[in-house]
């Protein structure tokens, strides 16, 4: 076993690519384009957590949010317009400079730090809710990270997840389709063998004494060019977990 999830090849790919991040059409475009309904499962399910109204202008008022592997701050942003305390981390330098600069460039106070999930733990940060959005099919040990991440959510916090699946859909899909045909990433983003079935994610959830709530599927239309959500897990996925106060 490692002794860190950091995968310094996956960092130093990411890196090159870190000028794009705010750009909608390079080539972080898909990211811009699934954003918005990962944010609406995302705020939805807090709103169940914190017992607040998803529709208020301000719902996570009060919630203490890490995103872990933040790349230029996509969610981050949002989460923080609608009232969260947010909080960045990333093992890419780079990534943590767009990152903060565009938030100072947008009004927005959010905390950014190079670090691991498992520095962090050993800072003896806590949250009320963590995030690992497409990063764990990039780390080096997915127990080494998801055991950081599990420690870093406080009792009665959640954490949210998203990847994907590891089947013969995805593979036709995410990675021949998305990165030799349609080009919407640069050839060699993923590894297929790295993607994560939906059992594995949660067991190793439960391992950490997480229960899961809810698993929601993502299907790009082409037609209309949107995504939705649905039960079909063979591509991508958003899984949802909640940390019992015992």
Known sequence: MND?????????RFAALADQWWDPGGDFAPLHKINPIRLEFIRDHLCELAG??????????????????????????????LGASV???????????????????????????RMSPEEAVADGQR?????????????ADINVFMEACGALVQPGGGMVGATLNRTLKSLVFA?????????WLPPGTHDWRAFVKPSEFSAVLR????????????????????????????????????????
């Open 4 to 12: 860190t999830s950091v995968a310094d090849e996956e960092v130093a």
């Open 52 to 81: 607040t109204d998803a529709e208020s202008p301000i719902p996570l008022k009060g919630l203490k949010i890490l995103d872990v592997g933040c790349g230029g701050g996509l969610l981050c942003e949002p989460l923080s317009r």
């Open 87 to 113: 909080t960045g981390i990333d093992a890419g330098e780079k990534n943590i400079l767009i990152a903060a600069n565009h938030a100072t460039r947008m009004g927005l106070d959010i905390k950014y730090h």
């Open 127 to 139: 949250y009320d809710v963590v995030l690992n959005m497409e990063v764990i099919e990039h780390v």
């Open 175 to 183: 990675k021949i389709g998305a990165e030799y045909i349609l080009r």
């Open 207 to 246: 391992q950490q004494g997480f229960v899961v709530k809810d698993l929601k599927g993502l299907t790009y239309n082409l037609i209309f060019d949107e995504w939705t959500l649905d039960r079909d897990l063979a591509v991508n996925y958003l899984i949802y977990a909640v940390k019992p106060r015992n």
